[in-house]
């Protein structure tokens, strides 16, 4: 009986990752085909990585040198990202988005009634609910977060004269200019837009991580 119950339990937890996967490549697919993400949210993409991002960021520089222009990159990092996602606020990101409604009512069910426990020296703690995040290490996880931040960037980019630049968590703005202090004053201008985006839908930008750069081929 102990044997049949393991392979009870191995085989639903193999379809839950067959169903996970599977809405994984759904929520990817849905905004891209519709154009809904911005050409700078490179992270949860198909053909997108991390060195998409690079090269993006290296190809608006050569741009801007052609010009004569000074370009310069604001980097932000959202801080404790995963756990600050509040679950109304990204159903309600996904229905602005049009996502299909059952994907939408999946991602409900997945967010709800999930409990968090520790363990410490062998003991294990009582657990307890958890009504915000979305759970570190699962596959539709990041794709759920950049969901909730997608519309960062076009609120930036609406506002101020820059261009935006994401991989999941990390942000990029670039902005160009004659003169180092009107490459400078954008920045500032991004800083505050984006503080402001994010402080609406309570995150928050780790200061500690937060830097800036100039590419000048003076």
Not at 123 to 140: D, K
Not at 141 to 169: C, D, K, M, Q
């Amino acid at each position: 009986m102990k044997l049949k119950s393991y392979r009870t339990i191995s085989l639903l937890s193999s379809m839950g990752i067959v169903v996970v996967e599977v809405v994984a490549e759904l929520l990817s697919d849905q905004p891209e085909k519709r154009a809904l993400l911005s050409d700078g949210q490179c992270g949860c993409r198909r053909k997108r990585s991390a060195i998409d991002a690079a090269a993006i960021m290296v190809d608006r520089a050569h741009s801007a040198w052609k010009e004569d222009n000074i370009v310069g990159i604001l980097q932000m990092d959202i801080k404790a990202a995963f756990p600050s996602v509040a679950r109304g606020r990204l159903i309600h990101a996904m229905k602005a988005m049009w996502i299909d409604g059952d994907l939408i009512r999946w991602t409900e069910s997945f967010l709800s009634e999930r409990t968090v426990g520790m363990v410490s020296e062998g003991n294990v703690l009582q657990s307890h609910s958890v009504e915000a995040g979305v759970p570190q290490g699962s596959p539709v996880s990041p794709i759920l977060f950049a969901r909730y931040t997608a519309g960062l960037i076009n609120w930036v980019e609406v506002r101020v004269h820059a261009e935006g630049l994401s991989f999941i968590n990390d942000l990029g703005l670039v902005a160009t200019g004659k003169a180092v202090n009107q490459v400078v004053k954008k920045l500032e201008a991004c800083a505050v837009e984006s503080i402001e985006w994010a402080t609406r839908r309570d995150l928050q930008f780790d200061t500690a991580k937060t830097e800036a750069a100039l590419f000048t081929l003076r």
